[in-house]
C-alpha cells in the first residue's frame, strides 16, 4: 500500500497523536452523520478541519474538510460519502517525518 508520506515540524510532535485520534473519531462521527443525512455535523466537522489540518502541518486535512464542506451545501451526498472515504484511507497510509528545519 503506498504510503503518504507528510514533512511535519518536530515541534508538533507531542500533538499529533491526539490531532490524528480526533480526526479517525471524526471518520466514525460522519460515517453516522451520513447515515442519517444529518448534513449540519458533517458541514460542522468539515469546517472544523478546514481551519485546523494546515495548522498541524497537514495541509491535506484542511484540503479534506474544504471539499466537505463545498460537497455539503450542494446536498451531494454521494461525494460526501467517496471524500469520507478518501480521508479514512488518507489516515490509514499517512506516514509522517518529524524535521527539525521545516521552510
Same mark, same amino acid.
Given at each position: 500500500?503506498?504510503?503518504?508520506?507528510?514533512?511535519?515540524?518536530?515541534?508538533?510532535?507531542?500533538?499529533?497523536?491526539?490531532?490524528?485520534?480526533?480526526?479517525?473519531?471524526?471518520?466514525?462521527?460522519?460515517?453516522?452523520?451520513?447515515?442519517?443525512?444529518?448534513?449540519?455535523? @458533517?458541514?460542522? @466537522?468539515?469546517?472544523?478541519?478546514?481551519?485546523?489540518?494546515?495548522?498541524?502541518?497537514?495541509?491535506?486535512?484542511?484540503?479534506?474538510?474544504?471539499?466537505?464542506?463545498?460537497?455539503?451545501?450542494?446536498?451531494?451526498?454521494?461525494?460526501?460519502?467517496?471524500?469520507?472515504?478518501?480521508?479514512?484511507?488518507?489516515?490509514?497510509?499517512?506516514?509522517?517525518?518529524?524535521?527539525?528545519?521545516?521552510?
Amino acid at each position: 500500500m503506498k504510503k503518504n508520506i507528510v514533512h511535519i515540524s518536530s515541534d508538533l510532535e507531542p500533538l499529533i497523536p491526539r490531532y490524528l485520534d480526533n480526526r479517525r473519531a471524526d471518520i466514525v462521527m460522519l460515517r453516522e452523520a451520513l447515515h442519517l443525512s444529518n448534513s449540519d455535523v @458533517i458541514r460542522s @466537522i468539515g469546517h472544523t478541519m478546514k481551519g485546523s489540518g494546515a495548522s498541524y502541518g497537514l495541509e491535506e486535512i484542511s484540503t479534506f474538510g474544504r471539499m466537505l464542506e463545498v460537497a455539503t451545501q450542494a446536498s451531494d451526498i454521494s461525494e460526501v460519502e467517496v471524500i469520507i472515504n478518501q480521508l479514512a484511507h488518507f489516515l490509514e497510509t499517512l506516514d509522517i517525518i518529524f524535521v527539525d528545519d521545516m521552510p
